[in-house]
């Protein structure tokens, strides 16, 4: 069974660029999990989607950041513009059912963002 | 406000002893706790998890302890072997009312396990 595969696997952009990252989650999965890891923490849900539909975007910094998961498959995450503090991995992860609490998240790789 | 912390960056440990790593939370509403390994440049994958209903929880090697009262958790690796060596997170999530909390994993900041041989 294939994983999570996100894309690209680095990026290095200057601040006030604009950035994408895709994510296609494990097939199947209902739910696609967008999560920010800053060195030194750990990650930090941006975005949650069942399906096509956004469940908890509490902590996503909407004056910027955007995310879209069309025809609840694949789910692009953006930044516009992006700030020195984006600098962080963005980790895509998707979960078989509904999101319930018993439910194993599986992760990509990440993407690692520098911004210059 | 860091609601699960884990308060050692790093653990070393010999090959064939005991890793114990240790989690606290501060949220009494967290009732299911999570174990994540991170190699690098690979994403988390899950370990093992106990509910709030449970104080202990086995899987293989690996032992999770739960103590409510204390809001503590800890993971114990017996034996420690060099292909532990990995970040290990702690998560916590709430079974929220309202359905909004499905599935929100809050972490903590990592501890980096090294076995040595």
């Known amino acids: 069974e294939a994983g999570v595969a996100q894309s690209p696997r680095y990026k290095i952009i200057e601040k006030r660029q604009s950035v994408a990252f895709w994510c296609n989650p494990i097939?199947?999965?209902?739910?696609l999990y967008w999560y920010q890891q800053i060195l030194g923490q750990g990650p930090k849900l941006l975005i949650q989607?069942?399906?096509?539909?956004?469940?908890?975007d509490s902590q996503l910094p909407k004056d910027r950041f955007s995310a879209e998961r069309l025809k609840g498959v694949d789910s692009t995450l953006k930044i516009q513009p992006a700030k020195l503090e984006d600098s962080a991995v963005y980790l895509c992860?998707?979960?078989?059912?509904?999101?319930?609490?018993?439910?194993?998240?599986?992760f990509g790789p990440g993407t690692r963002l520098t911004v210059l | 406000d860091q609601q699960v912390k884990q308060n050692s960056p790093s653990l070393s440990v010999q090959e064939g002893r005991i890793s114990i790593l240790n989690c606290d939370y501060t949220n009494s509403m967290f009732d299911y706790f999570l174990w994540y390994k991170k190699y690098p440049a690979e994403g988390p994958t899950f370990l093992i998890s106990?509910?709030?209903?449970?104080d202990k929880n086995e899987d293989g090697r690996f032992t999770v302890f739960l103590n409510k009262s204390a809001k503590h958790l800890s993971l114990h690796i017996v034996p420690s072997q060099p292909g532990d060596s990995a970040v290990y997170f702690c998560a916590a999530s709430v079974f929220g009312a309202g359905g909004t909390s499905y599935g929100k994993l809050t972490f903590g900041q990592g501890t980096i396990l090294t076995v040595h041989p």
């Open positions: 989607f069942q399906n096509n539909g956004v469940v908890d």
């Open positions: 097939s199947g999965h209902a739910t």
């Open positions: 106990i509910s709030s209903i449970k």
């Open positions: 992860a998707s979960s078989l059912v509904s999101g319930g609490r018993t439910d194993t998240q599986y």
